[in-house]
């Protein structure tokens, strides 16, 4: 299972950290990834971990104002939003993967994940 938290409603410039603690097979999971959905729109790829290495990946709109990490000892992710920008509400999922062989951009893709949480909406606005 996939749980996420943390969303909520933000201004401009403000930060959010989102949390997705994940239970169950736990060993089987390879990659973490964090996604974006806004409404009317496709599911976006904000950036995802390799469990085996630590690697990390960023969508381009990214542009170092997010950080994803990940407590193993706890089978909990966190990504940190900052330098928020006034945009439609999106819902964000955490998600994982089993593929040990997914890396690079791929992770970005949501095809290369398998359980999904419920997501947790974000919103920045004055």
């Known amino acids: 299972q996939v749980a996420e938290s943390g969303g909520g409603l933000v201004q401009p410039g403000g930060s959010l950290r989102l949390s997705c603690i994940v239970s169950g097979f736990t060993l089987d999971i390879k990659h973490i990834g964090w996604f974006r959905q806004a409404p009317g729109k496709g599911r976006e790829g904000v950036s995802s971990i390799r469990r085996s290495d630590g690697s990390t990946v960023y969508g381009e709109f990214v542009k170092g104002r997010f950080t994803i990490s990940e407590d193993t000892a706890n089978n909990t992710a966190f990504l940190q939003l900052d330098s928020l920008k006034p945009d439609a509400p999106a819902t964000y999922f955490c998600?994982?993967?089993?593929?040990?062989?997914?890396?690079?951009?791929?992770?970005?893709?949501?095809?290369?994940?398998?359980?999904w949480g419920q997501g947790t909406q974000v919103t920045v606005s004055s």
């Open positions: 998600a994982t993967g089993t593929n040990p062989y997914s890396q690079g951009d791929i992770l970005l893709d949501p095809r290369a994940f398998d359980y």
